[in-house]
């Protein structure tokens, strides 16, 4: 009998071991709205790169139309990583009251030293030839609260002007700003690339103002994750971004320029020779190939928001900030 109990008993245990050796790894859910700005849709394309995914934890990218209903995905626990732009940060913070949020890694930067601005189009043969002149006029903004949108308030406060008394802004799409303008409907838009790029080769547009001359070095969309799913879930955090900081090095580096643009080209589904000139180049955004996030210029930009009556309440970003998991997957690659 007792040697019928001890066998019963390894196989139990074997079957334990085989079952754990089966067992599938965590599902990062991460959340992401634009490409290629933001490069979440991009990066888990080249896998031959990846060390870790499929072994110590997956992806399921979730596609959104910008950052604000990220933040009631994370607050469910529909998403682990969000991607949110600075000011939805400070809303996360004072409206939802999320005390637990962190922000953990960079995306993208505006108005870095060298690198591309977002810019605020007029028609080139319009009469808007000033700031001034957009007195009683109507602005397009892709969002109410965006870091567009902010900029775009705050330079027209810097000149008398408020909205409503002064001029009135309208929401549209990034997409549909340029045929709004040459349409009349709008008399500035704040467009992004790669709307600025065929905006300068149609030369029917003037750049009146940027993003980088309204509101300087801005953080604008970052990645965020909740104190507690960070410390369930360290181990495989850790691979994640150390994945993504070798991916990223790759896609910036100019000897795989060519391999980057098909890619982008294939998962935007348009043709290479409309990102070539200038995707993963000093004439597109700028991304820290250590994902590491602009703090001095989040403190700032949420400074702004609160300017414009955005936001009600002072932040101290550096209590809602862990940079552990990217500053210990670059040393793990280095």
Known sequence: MGIFRSMAALLALGLTLAGAARAEPPTIKVGWAVVPGQLTSLLFQKKDILKHYGSSYKVELVKFRGSAPQITALAAGELDIAALAFSSVGLAIQNAHMEDIRVVADLYQ???????????????????????????????????GGAI????????????????????????????????????????????????????????????????????????????????YIAEHRAALAD????????????????N???????????????????????????????DPDAKPNLAALDDNLKVQKKLGLLNIDIDIKKYTDLSLIEDAAKRIK
């Open 110 to 144: 505006d108005g870095i030293e060298g690198y591309r601005t977002s810019e605020y189009l007029v028609l080139a043969d319009g009469p808007i030839k000033t700031i001034e002149d957009l007195k009683g006029k109507v602005l397009a903004s892709n969002g109410i």
């Open 149 to 228: 949108d902010m900029a775009m308030r705050k330079i027209m406060l810097d000149h008398g002007m408020v909205e409503k008394r002064d001029y009135r802004i309208v929401e549209i799409d990034f997409a549909n700003m340029l045929p709004a303008i040459r349409e009349k409907k709008v008399d500035l838009v704040g467009e992004v690339t790669p709307f600025t790029i065929e905006a300068q080769k149609t030369g029917d547009m003037r750049t009146l103002f940027t993003l980088k001359e309204a509101m300087g070095p801005t953080q604008i969309t970052l990645m965020t994750a909740r104190a507690p």
């Open 240 to 255: 994640f971004f150390e994945d993504w900081i070798r991916a990223t090095r790759w896609f910036l580096d100019p000897a």
């Open 257 to 287: 320029h060519k391999e980057a643009v098909e890619i982008v080209a294939s998962v935007t589904k348009r043709p290479p020779s409309e990102f070539d000139s200038w995707v993963f180049t000093h004439d597109d955004y700028y991304r």
